[in-house]
């Protein structure tokens, strides 16, 4: 079934440590985004990509950082984890005329830096 | 600039109809969306609207658009318990390529019985 996963659902993990949220869809979409969203509910788009090697930074500037090598996979990397990194991060794919491109949600990854 | 507003919270009775209101400022935007997302989930396409719609009905939600005001509204009829979640209205304005959907900050609809 075409969707969007997002790995792992939850981390807890200290203050300084390298992390790596993966996210990888099977839609065959050529865009990709990242949202934080804060306890407010708020999204705010951190970073895109329109395809394999190009990516882009988004509205709100973040220390993470990604990569698109693959069309189907799109990581986020934070070097040094902060408690300020604490948050909730959302994947998203689209480009498909069914949904008149709409976005499609992965799941989340809850993020908490102690 | 793109902006899109809505307000926070909304609070229903089991049954009545609920009604999410959104205004977007950019009159070049194409579609117009409402997602929700659950307690500790992503985000759910719930429907959308093409810009030269008024109102678009999916079973019990029903979608109006006008485009002279740049209103948006969710109607949710019989509301259940289950609709409980955030709403978040979307558009995609033609300075981002119709690639870039910029979302309001999310209406929280309580339900109870």
């Known amino acids: 079934e075409a969707d969007i996963y997002q790995t792992p659902r939850y981390l807890v993990i200290g203050t300084g440590k390298k992390i790596t949220l993966e996210c990888s869809q099977t839609?065959?979409?050529?865009?990709m985004y990242w949202y934080q969203q804060d306890p407010g509910m708020e999204l705010h788009l951190i970073h895109y990509?329109?395809?394999?090697?190009?990516?882009e930074k988004g509205d709100l500037s973040s220390e993470s950082t990604v990569s698109r090598i693959r069309t189907e996979h799109f990581p986020l990397t934070l070097e040094s984890a902060r408690p300020s990194h604490t948050s909730q991060y959302l994947c998203?794919?689209?480009?498909?005329?069914?949904?008149?491109?709409?976005?499609?949600f992965g799941s989340g990854t809850r993020l908490t830096v102690v | 600039g793109e902006d899109v507003e809505q307000s926070l919270f909304l609070s229903v009775r089991e049954g009545d109809s609920s009604v999410i209101n959104c205004t977007y400022t950019?009159?070049?935007?194409?579609?117009l969306y409402w997602y929700k997302q659950e307690p500790g989930a992503g985000l759910q396409l719930l429907t959308y609207?093409?810009?030269?719609?008024d109102m678009k009905q999916d079973q019990r939600l029903t979608v109006l658009l006008n485009k002279k005001d740049k209103h948006l509204s969710l109607r949710i009829a019989d509301t259940q318990t289950g609709d409980s979640a955030i709403y978040f209205c979307?558009?995609?304005?033609?300075?981002?390529?119709?690639?870039?959907?910029?979302f309001g900050a999310g209406t929280r609809l309580a339900v109870h019985p």
């Open positions: 998203a794919s689209s480009g498909d005329r069914q949904t008149n491109y709409g976005y499609t």
């Open positions: 839609m065959g979409h050529d865009k």
């Open positions: 990509s329109y395809g394999v090697n190009s990516t």
């Open positions: 950019d009159s070049s935007s194409t579609y």
């Open positions: 609207i093409f810009s030269n719609m």
């Open positions: 979307a558009e995609t304005p033609i300075s981002g390529g119709y690639n870039k959907l910029i």
